[in-house]
């Protein structure tokens, strides 16, 4: 079946530095893409929508010169927090639809700390 | 968008049959209601989806009445394993947000 592979799984960086997140659809295309954050006993919070081909569309209050996704292929995603502080540890998940009205894939997840 | 409102938790005991009902009163023509899983610190899982009346598959079945104001998800005879976060999402062309989510907890 279709699977959506992120990587890596856990990550831990120094404050100030940037972390690059791949979200890879195995053995489907996906034009869109979707990037969520998820804190501890909460639920998953829309940061953005991956275009491939275009600019990504952000929600409300999530800085898109901090988050930057690029969606250079119809398989691959990237979400890259730069300049990481403490209060962006959290668990970030991508999802790929199949299209339409079909189920959506998501990847395993992403556990970011910053120290 | 839809809002859904679920149960924030849930309890039941190993075996039983648990239902977990949602609240979609703004569901549009062209929506459809998926049923999502997750376990901590993974990836939600699909579970089922409908657009109306009853759909089942190999883990659950998904009620929804005429009106699709609501829908219910059912789970035959628990185990403790299926201890998890369940979300109800109504799933248009291309959006995906996420409710607040059922937290089942089954009880041995």
């Known amino acids: 079946g279709a699977v959506v592979s992120q990587h890596p799984s856990r990550v831990i960086c120094k404050s100030g530095t940037s972390v690059k997140i791949e979200c890879r659809s195995l053995?489907?295309?996906?034009?869109?893409m979707f990037w969520y954050r998820q804190f501890p006993k909460q639920s998953l919070m829309l940061m953005a929508t991956?275009?491939?081909?275009?600019?990504?569309?952000?929600e409300q209050g999530v800085e898109k010169d901090k988050f930057l996704i690029n969606h250079a292929s119809l398989t691959l995603s990237t979400l890259t927090v730069t300049s990481a502080h403490p209060e962006d540890s959290s668990f970030y998940i991508c999802?790929?639809?199949?299209?339409?009205?079909?189920?959506?894939?998501f990847g395993q997840g992403t556990r970011l700390t910053v120290v | 968008l839809a809002k859904t409102t679920q149960p924030i938790s849930m309890d039941s005991y190993e075996g039983q049959e648990v239902n977990i009902t949602c609240s979609h009163n703004?569901?549009?023509?062209?929506?459809?209601i998926t049923w999502y899983q997750q376990f901590p610190s993974q990836g939600p899982r699909f579970i089922i989806q409908?657009?109306?009346t009853k759909v089942t598959n190999e883990v659950a079945s998904l009620f929804i009445p005429a009106d699709r104001k609501s829908s219910t998800l059912s789970l035959p005879r628990v185990s403790l394993s299926d201890t998890a976060v369940y979300y109800c999402?109504?799933?248009?062309?291309?959006?995906?947000?996420f409710g607040t989510g059922t937290r089942l907890t089954v009880i041995p």
């Open positions: 999802s790929a639809p199949l299209g339409g009205n079909t189920e959506a894939f």
């Open positions: 053995d489907f295309q996906a034009t869109t």
């Open positions: 991956s275009n491939e081909g275009s600019k990504a569309t952000y």
């Open positions: 703004n569901i549009a023509t062209n929506d459809y």
């Open positions: 409908g657009y109306k």
């Open positions: 999402l109504v799933t248009g062309a291309n959006n995906l947000f």
